[in-house]
């Protein structure tokens, strides 16, 4: 499977941006997705996963109460909505495809095999 990653830019703190995942080559499945970013001279981080059913979510502490993570099964997309934008949410923004059928919502990088190829956000103050 093939992920693209789309929907970066620049925004004023405070402000949303909303991220989509496409999957192409073949279907997301039953199969998490997540969501991680890289900051400029840090590790990649863990930012949020969802489950194959939609249903089951989980957040890193930073983003919790302001992102959430939509998938829409049928047309083969998951989003991430990220409101109440902060400066230190700069980063390039990465999707992923679960390693496991039937995974939850993972959060460690070891739990993913494909991955997209980044879309930069950049939050001005």
């Known amino acids: 499977v093939q992920l693209q990653a789309s929907g970066g830019g620049l925004v004023q703190a405070g402000g949303s941006l909303r991220l989509s995942c496409a999957a192409s080559g073949r279907t997301f499945g039953p199969n998490a997705v997540g969501w991680f970013r890289q900051a400029p001279g840090k590790e990649r981080e863990f930012v949020a996963a969802?489950?194959?059913?939609?249903?089951?979510?989980r957040y890193s502490d930073s983003v919790k109460g302001r992102f959430t993570i939509p998938r829409d099964n049928a047309r083969n997309l998951v989003y991430l909505q990220m409101n109440s934008l902060k400066p230190e949410d700069t980063a390039v923004y990465y999707c992923?495809?679960?390693?496991?059928?039937?995974?939850?919502?993972?959060?460690?990088?070891?739990?993913?095999?494909?991955w997209g190829q980044g879309t930069l956000v950049t939050v001005s103050s």
């Open positions: 992923a495809s679960g390693r496991y059928t039937y995974g939850g919502a993972a959060t460690a990088l070891k739990e993913y095999d494909y």
């Open positions: 969802v489950g194959w059913t939609g249903s089951n979510t």
